[in-house]
Structures are given as structure tokens and as C-alpha cells.
């Protein structure tokens, strides 16, 4: 599935006040680290995701493996920060980014 450049552009908008609920170490991709990005995906469905890696290509690596795990789609990269979508089976409105009242 992938996004429309509107949906993009709404998930960017949304994502702008958000802080990362995960922080990527130098491990890289532990189970740790993917089980809490699946919890936070399935609570938040648009989440941010911070990389704290020095390489600027083992951090894109990291980004499309976590995505490619946790079947994410990337809405934006900025530095080193990922925002990333997927869609919740069943959304709760009151723990979803997308549905939450501001």
C-alpha cells in the first residue's frame, strides 16, 4: 500500500508536533526495539521514530529494514528522524494520532 502525496502531506502536518516514542541505538534493530515499534504502530498508527546512528547510509539501512518488519510505510525522513505509518487493524480514537482530538 502505498501513500498518495496528499496523505503524505496530511500524516507530515500531524507528525510535525510529535516527539519519537522510539530511539534506534547503536545495536540497530534489536527484538526490543521492533516489538516496541509494533506496540507504538498499533496504539499511535503514525509515530516518529529517532535514529541515534552516526552513518548516514546504516541509518537509511535501518529505516527501510524497520519499515520492511513491521510492514510501515516512511511518511518523512528529516535528520535523524523517521515518521512512519501503519494502518491499526482497530484504531482506537483516543490512542491514534490520526483519529485523536488536538
Not at 500500500?1 to 507528525?15: D, E, H, N, P, V
Not at 528529516?78 to 491514534?96: D, T
Amino acid at each position: 500500500m502505498s501513500l498518495t502525496a496528499a496523505k503524505k502531506k496530511q500524516f507530515r502536518a500531524i507528525g510535525h508536533n510529535l516527539k519519537p516514542v522510539v530511539i534506534v541505538a547503536d545495536k540497530g534493530l534489536t527484538e526490543g526495539v521492533i516489538t516496541e515499534t509494533l506496540r507504538a504502530l498499533d496504539d499511535h498508527e503514525l509515530i516518529k521514530v529517532k535514529f541515534a546512528v552516526g552513518d548516514r547510509e546504516v541509518k537509511q539501512q535501518l529505516i527501510v529494514e524497520l519499515c520492511q518488519k513491521t510492514e510501515a510505510e516512511v511518511v518523512q525522513t528529516i535528520g535523524k528522524i523517521a515518521l512512519i505509518y501503519k494502518s491499526a487493524a482497530e484504531p482506537n480514537p483516543m490512542l491514534s494520532n490520526l483519529t485523536r482530538p488536538s
